[in-house]
């Protein structure tokens, strides 16, 4: 598979408002608060009276709109915006989204947060029927879907295109006219729908944006929903039945900020009550419970809180600088530890410390904080992990895509725990994840994809197919 198009819309943020006299600064408060879904690029779209503005740019969206004019340019009643994470090999400006299409009698703008698993085979069909593609990302697929297809009404037209793409996928596409939000079939990614207090309606990713805005939560976007907004109003349609929900369970682990909440479900106490369980589940002799700031804090308040040892910030964070993860190369995700985090030697020296982290993907960061905390003089390092090891790859847009990458993939727990120094290592428990979340759906794993820790992907692979099958054959092969 070409690597052009591969895993490049990743856990990104999407905003969108419609009906408000300040959306492009709306927006902006909005994507600030999505921030931690991606800092590669910020993009804004405006419609002022149905002619859409754009502005985007590399960076944190406080450095793309440094210069307030830019800002200030987006005037209008309706936006959309994005905050993206892009893997390593594309940092184009020309991949920022919203990606913006000028047509003869119309516009577009699109913003896009997930991964398409057929987009290699779209791309192609496309590109030999004539399509031209500017950004290497497979965002643009959707739009010449669109375009082509031969439905009579753009809203038939756009379930047309929503029916051919495959994966994962929550997007926001804004026209002249109105805003259209939609969520695959599996409801990979979270998105939300509120209200704000003067009428006008907003759509993103989570509801800490909607908070951030002061609008009032309507609901969750269901798996295969479309939803269009105008000066009409709200209307909640699909554009398919055939819908089973698998929400990806990174984003309650990880991805999400701890004040969202998902299905009703508050990503805080979700969090707390995997840490209480991995207590129950992974006990250990200790003096103290220690969290990875910040991710894994509230993980680390209910282990300490089940296990009645004390919790202790043994570790900081320096709040200025960026998840190391989203760092393109090996050594700069290790400097990027190194800055991020400091041991705090009075209360770890001499201690037998519990430390918890969220999740263990290369293990760079283990391996890193178990250091710190030795050299910091802590008497012993129990590492336990309120998530179960990594081992497959993610196809529907989190940065998982290859199993070599994944030590627990080519490491058993004893020789984890070995390479990270630590005196042991325990995981929750794939029930423990499912139990903890706890939502009130009827669907394999409570509703959750687990794929990343037991391979049983809810779709098939399509493109990734084939590679992914050789890539376990050769695990196997070294096992
Ligand atoms: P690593 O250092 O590669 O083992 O990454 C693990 C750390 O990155 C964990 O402490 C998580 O907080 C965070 N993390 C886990 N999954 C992801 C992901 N897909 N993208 C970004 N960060 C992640």
Known sequence: MSTEVKGLNEECGVFGVWGSPDAAQLTYFGLHALQHRGQEG????ANDQGTLKSERGLGLLADVFRDPRRLDRLTGTA????????????????????LEFNFSDAQFALAHNGNLTNAVSLRRELEQAGAIFHASSDSEILMHLIRR????TLDEQVKDALNQVQGGFAYLLITNDRLFAALDPNGFRPLVVGQLPTGGYVVCSETCALDAVGATFIQDVHPGELLTIDDQGLKIDHYTTDTQLAICSMEFIYFARPDSDIYGVNVH?????????????QPVEADIVVGVPNSSLSAATGYAEASGLPYEMGLIKNQYSSRTFIQPTQALREQGVRMKLSAVKGVVAGKR????DDSIVRGTTSRRIVKLLKDAGAKSVH????????????????????????????QTIPEMCQSFGADS??????????????????????????????????????????????????LQLHK
């Open 79 to 98: 936006a959309v915006g994005h905050v993206r994470y892009a893997t390593a090999g594309n940092h184009g400006v020309e991949n920022i989204q919203p």
């Open 149 to 152: 297809s031969k439905a009579p």
């Open 383 to 410: 590492l336990r992990i309120a998530s179960p090891p990594l081992r497959y790859p993610c196809f529907y847009g989190i940065d998982i895509q290859t199993t070599r990458e994944l030590i627990a993939a080519n």
């Open 269 to 281: 106490s979700a969090r707390k009550r995997m840490g209480a369980r991995l207590a129950q589940e």
């Open 353 to 356: 410390v519990v430390l918890i």
């Open 425 to 474: 290592l325990g995981f929750l428990s794939e029930a423990g994840v499912i139990e903890s979340v706890g939502l009130k759906v009827e669907a394999p794993y409570g509703g959750l994809c687990m794929a990343y820790f037991n391979g049983d992907y809810p779709t098939p692979l399509y493109d990734y197919q084939v590679e992914y099958d050789e890539e376990i054959r050769q």
């Open 42 to 45: 910020a993009g804004i779209t």
